[in-house]
């Protein structure tokens, strides 16, 4: 396994575990979160024996990543957490994690086999019979598509917040429209989708077809100057976070 195939596994591990046990709505609002239960996460971590060839890497990932996750949870218990420092606890954990998984693979240390890993390896190669490059590509691919969906999702809703071009309720002007906000978070993850494939897939045309399907569904709502720009801030954004995973993801993939 070489370094690049380390960082794409580390990633699927992190980024699925933010979605399965982190809520995006927390980092949108300013009440607290109900209380994860911190096992369920350090568990999540268990994922790094399953992935990671080294044994001594495995545990390094798991024991950080156990180790984030319990300051993460006194840190809600004593009554200092803020949701949108622990989205950038989170990030700044990724950006530990992936020179430690990299560090853990220099020759001069020692080494150990993940009894695990192989076991997990053998099982998945015989129900499935797929090879190790292409498990390699899947890996980059469902660790990009991941971000499509739920981080880009986080970075669209904190840059529509923070310029204030969110949908306002047509009976209460000065409220959100809750119903928009979410339809255009259904249609934002479709869309990512959809482009986030087709550029994988090389069929780079086929997107100027979705942009267009798009706007013409909301075609009539244009003459509204906040939801405008509320749909042309949040469709440039969705374009641009579906395109550049999957660009980076086909490079990486070689």
Do not use: C
């Not at 798991?62 to 984030?68: C, E, N, P, R, S």
């Not at 569904?217 to 469709?235: H, P, V």
């Amino acid at each position: 396994m070489n370094h690049s195939e380390t960082v794409w596994l580390y990633l699927l591990i992190y980024f699925s575990a933010r979605l399965f046990f982190v809520n995006t709505r927390i980092f949108l609002s300013r009440r607290k979160p109900q209380v994860v239960f911190p096992i369920k996460r350090v568990l999540w971590g268990i994922l790094a024996f399953l992935f990671i060839e080294r044994l001594e890497a495995a545990l390094l990932l798991f024991v950080l990543h156990g180790t984030v996750v319990s300051l993460e949870f006194l840190a809600f218990k004593i009554g200092r957490f803020r949701p949108r420092l622990q989205y950038t606890a989170q990030l700044v954990l990724a950006l530990i994690l992936i020179p430690a998984a990299i560090t853990a693979w220099i020759p001069l240390l020692p080494s150990a086999a993940n009894p695990i890993h192989s076991i997990f390896l053998n099982f998945v190669q015989a129900i499935t019979y797929i090879n190790p490059a292409l498990q390699s590509n899947m890996a980059a691919v469902s660790t990009g598509f991941i971000f499509t969906l739920k981080e880009a999702t986080i970075i669209i809703r904190f840059a529509l917040q923070r310029i204030q071009a969110v949908p306002a309720d047509e009976k209460q002007p000065g409220k959100r429209d809750v119903k928009e906000y979410e339809r255009g978070r259904f249609i934002g993850n479709l869309e990512r989708s959809l482009i986030y494939f087709l550029i994988l897939f090389n069929q780079i045309g086929a997107i100027g077809i979705i942009i267009a399907l798009k706007s013409l569904a909301r075609f009539k709502k244009m003459d509204d100057k906040d939801f405008a720009e509320y749909f042309l801030i949040g469709s440039f954004l969705s374009i641009i976070l579906a395109a550049i995973p999957a660009v980076v993801v086909k490079y990486m993939a070689g």
